[in-house]
């Protein structure tokens, strides 16, 4: 079929219209809009090329033929896959004519990956290109936190994913949780992830959003083009710049991503995350108490060897108690004579100086002479250990300066290899006891924190029964009309009886106390009120 009719005899040019270039390429492209206005074409991507407009051009061929294909900048932003040089897509678009070239070309709306293997194999050509730059690398991960204070997770605020993590966090150790919600599928995964890392590593320590210590990227299980936005080579270049640890969980245990090659761990599960993330606080204080135990054991047996080795080299001296049983056996003897006998002295010079009549004068001249004989007797006591000293150094046999050399060596030996345990023992005591010490001070902050909160409570529970006191109190009580009933000795009456055989009364109001007596006789009783008869109410028939 002709693109245009014509009766004209061949050879002839005939009444036939001339077209314009314009006009041909016009007619042209509507014909191909109409009849291919929308198709579906399977083709291996080629020679991919992206300006500074945003567009995306690229071709479309097999082993027979090529097609151009554009995908315009608002379009190309929404693509779920992102077509890449080599890989086999199936694109859903338009076809249309570029009249300054003289060409068609198909404008892609739409583009997916044609079926698994497809994904897999640009998958491995990607994963291939990233670890050939190093990203990989085993040397360049970061080791995990043994306890981190601030633990940020990014995932979905509204998933069963986020939830465990919490719960699993609160089970074991509870930390302080930074959620950062991003998308964990689709076309917006890829970037929200990638912006979430960066701007968790970019948080500057002391600022008013705490620092995190460890990052968790976690997402549950799904298909491969579910999980592909964690493949995207931002979000690998994210993890690899960043300087926090990053634990990596993923899907399933099966599921694997590029995000696990380029963190630091990964999780088979987010729940597995979590529990590498932190330490069981109940095994935390088992270890804590076995080395308490330990460090006691220690310095224990620090302190019993040698007080044992002492009582060992003291039992060989003899017993000190031998000298002095002797003098203390004549002092429990001569004790109770003594009390008598200075009685007696001090009774006989009483007794002289009251008859000897001597002036003042005389007795500061004796005073003055024993005053000087007991400060010589005081030199001579202190200059007697240095004499008795150098009496036994004298009696003390000649050491040979050789035996002396050897015995010093082998003190110092001894001193330097006691010396250095102990030191090493101090060194294990002061980390433990710093380890220690840092847990005590987290524990303290914690209960300073618990601090108000408890006392509110119980400042709020004393209020309230204070005001049941008040309530059930005698004295809300007299307000309400009632009165107290004391007789003269401020006893308590509780019957008529009593109250009429005292002599006075008290009455305690709420506002007082006032007197008063009983009447002499009680006050007749009141008549009964007579019942009023009831009206007949008659008779409804």
């Known amino acids: ?82 077509p890449e040089e080599g890989m ?50 085993p040397a360049r991960k970061r080791p995990i936190p043994f306890l981190p204070g601030v633990i940020a997770v990014v995932t979905s605020p509204s998933g069963a994913v986020i939830r465990d993590i919490l719960h699993r966090l609160r089970d074991r150790f509870p930390s ?124 224990r047996a620090r302190i019993e060897l040698p007080a044992q080795r002492l009582g060992d080299l003291g039992r060989a001296l003899g017993r000190p108690q031998a000298l002095t049983e002797p003098a203390r056996q004549r002092l429990d003897l001569t004790g109770p004579r003594l009390e008598s006998a200075l009685r007696g002295f001090v009774r006989d010079c009483r007794h002289r100086a009251d008859s000897l009549h001597l002036p003042l004068s005389a007795l500061r001249q004796f005073m003055a002479s024993r005053r000087e004989a007991l400060t010589r007797a005081g030199m001579a006591l202190a200059q007697a250990p240095a004499r008795d000293l150098q009496r036994r150094r004298a009696a003390l046999p000649v050491l040979r300066p050789g035996a002396v050399r050897v015995a010093q060596i082998a003190a110092q030996r001894r001193l330097a290899s006691a010396s250095a345990r102990l030191d090493a023992v101090q060194t294990r005591t002061r980390r433990s006891q710093l380890d220690a010490s840092a847990r005590l001070a987290e524990a303290g902050r914690r209960l300073d924190a618990l601090a108000p909160k408890l006392t509110a409570e119980r400042r709020a529970a004393l209020e309230s029964l204070d005001r049941l006191r008040q309530t059930l109190g005698h004295a809300e009580t007299l307000k309400r009309g009632f009165a107290i009933v004391r007789g003269p000795e401020g006893q308590l009456l509780t019957s008529a009886a009593a109250a009429a055989s005292a002599a006075a009364l008290e009455l305690e109001f709420h506002d007082g106390r006032v007197p008063a007596r009983p009447a002499a006789e009680p006050a007749p009783a009141r008549p009964a009120r007579a019942k009023r008869p009831k009206p007949d109410q008659g008779s409804l028939f």
């Open 1 to 82: 079929m002709d693109l245009f009719e014509t009766d004209t005899p061949e050879g002839g040019g005939g009444n036939a219209p001339a077209l314009s270039v314009s006009e041909l390429s016009g007619a042209v492209k509507r014909v191909i809009e109409g009849e291919f206005g929308r198709v579906r074409v399977r083709g291996e991507v080629g020679r991919v090329s992206r300006p500074a407009s945003g567009h995306l051009y690229f071709d479309l061929k097999d082993d027979n033929a090529c097609i151009a294909a554009i995908c315009w900048r608002a379009q190309a932003a929404r693509l779920a896959h992102r």
């Open 88 to 137: 086999e897509i199936i694109a859903t678009g338009r076809l249309t004519t570029y009249p300054g070239q003289s060409k068609y070309q198909l404008i892609v709306e739409q583009v997916e990956p044609a079926g698994v293997g497809a994904l897999m194999a640009m998958l491995e050509q990607r994963r291939r290109a990233l670890a050939a730059e190093g990203l990989f690398d």
């Open 176 to 299: 302080r949780v930074l959620i950062w919600p991003v998308a964990v599928q689709g076309s917006a995964c890829a970037p929200q992830v990638a912006d979430a890392i960066t701007r968790l590593n970019a948080i500057a320590p002391g600022g008013p959003v705490p620092r995190p210590d460890l990052i968790i990227v976690a997402r549950g299980g799904g298909s491969v083009e579910d999980l592909w936005g964690f493949n995207d080579e931002a979000v690998v270049r994210a993890v690899a710049a960043g300087t926090i640890p990053l634990i990596s969980a993923v899907g399933h245990e099966t599921d694997t991503t590029l995000i696990d090659h380029a963190a630091d761990l990964r999780a088979p599960t987010p729940t597995a995350a979590a529990e590498m993330a932190v330490p069981v606080l109940g095994d935390l204080a088992a270890r804590l108490t076995e080395t308490q135990a330990r460090l006691l054991r220690s310095v």
